[in-house]
């Protein structure tokens, strides 16, 4: 595959949680780039919900999912994984797994002109 590929989105309650999945695309190394989540909600611009390094060593969240939203990764499996809890409808959003352009330090990028590769997205819904 030329692309990530995004599962486990979908409808729940406010409170509720989701496990989000990228599968990476097989154009390089996976240890060779950062992953990010970005989200974009209706009529608003998309924005960085979270990111980590190739090692996995570090993580970067936005302030508006600080403390309910977790990062993983899974080199072996070129896997990186979202974690949402305690979702509010402002949650509510398409979920975006990108693949950081070459990566030569483990820093994570929060633009997403520093992302190269984009999957199609997975609908996250949270009802009130």
């Known amino acids: 595959q030329v692309q990530p590929v995004e599962s486990g989105g979908g409808l729940v309650q406010a409170g509720g949680s989701l496990s989000l999945s990228c599968a990476a695309s097989g154009h390089s190394s996976f240890t060779n780039y950062a992953m990010g989540w970005f989200r974009q909600a209706p009529g608003k611009e998309r924005e960085f919900v979270s990111g980590?390094?190739?090692?996995?060593?570090?993580?970067v969240y936005a302030d508006s999912v600080k403390g309910r939203f977790t990062i993983s990764r899974v080199n072996t499996k070129r896997t990186v994984y979202l974690q949402t809890n305690s979702l509010k409808p402002e949650d509510t959003a398409v979920y975006y797994c990108?693949?950081?352009?070459?990566?030569?330090?483990?820093?994570?990028?929060?633009?997403?002109?520093?992302?190269?590769?984009w999957g199609q997205g997975t609908q996250v819904t949270v009802s009130s």
């Open positions: 990108a693949e950081s352009l070459p990566a030569y330090s483990d820093d994570v990028p929060r633009e997403s002109n520093q992302y190269a590769y």
């Open positions: 980590i390094s190739r090692s996995g060593g570090r993580t």
